[in-house]
């Protein structure tokens, strides 16, 4: 258990002490983003998402019910369809 402690203390310190600069770079967006959040994500909780929604300008979040952290493999259908409907309506391919 203690090991498992120690794996994730070391995600928060890899970049926590950038974590106001990362904010600020995700403030300054200047293109459509998509939030997908797992709603029983037991590393981040779902209300992370709303909180990254209303930092990203011109952002949609799109919270996924029961699915966990690793949405491509819980909830692999939902995932991809919501990553294809958002490129549709925010992408324009060149011909």
């Known amino acids: 258990?203690?090991?498992?402690?120690?794996?994730?203390?070391?995600?928060?310190?890899h970049d926590y002490p950038q974590i106001e600069h990362h904010y600020a770079k995700l403030?300054?967006?200047?293109?459509?983003a998509l939030i997908l959040w797992g709603r029983q994500d037991q590393v981040y909780a779902f209300t992370g998402a709303?909180?990254?929604?209303?930092?990203?300008?011109?952002?949609?979040?799109?919270?996924?019910?029961?699915?966990?952290?690793?949405?491509g493999i819980d909830k692999p259908d939902d995932t991809t369809r919501a990553i294809l409907t958002f490129c549709d309506n925010h992408v324009k391919l060149l011909h």
């Open 1 to 13: 258990m203690a090991t498992d402690h120690k794996i994730i203390a070391s995600l928060f310190e």
């Open 27 to 32: 403030r300054q967006l200047n293109c459509p």
């Open 50 to 71: 709303e909180y990254f929604r209303n930092l990203i300008p011109n952002s949609e979040c799109l919270i996924l019910e029961d699915c966990g952290h690793i949405m």
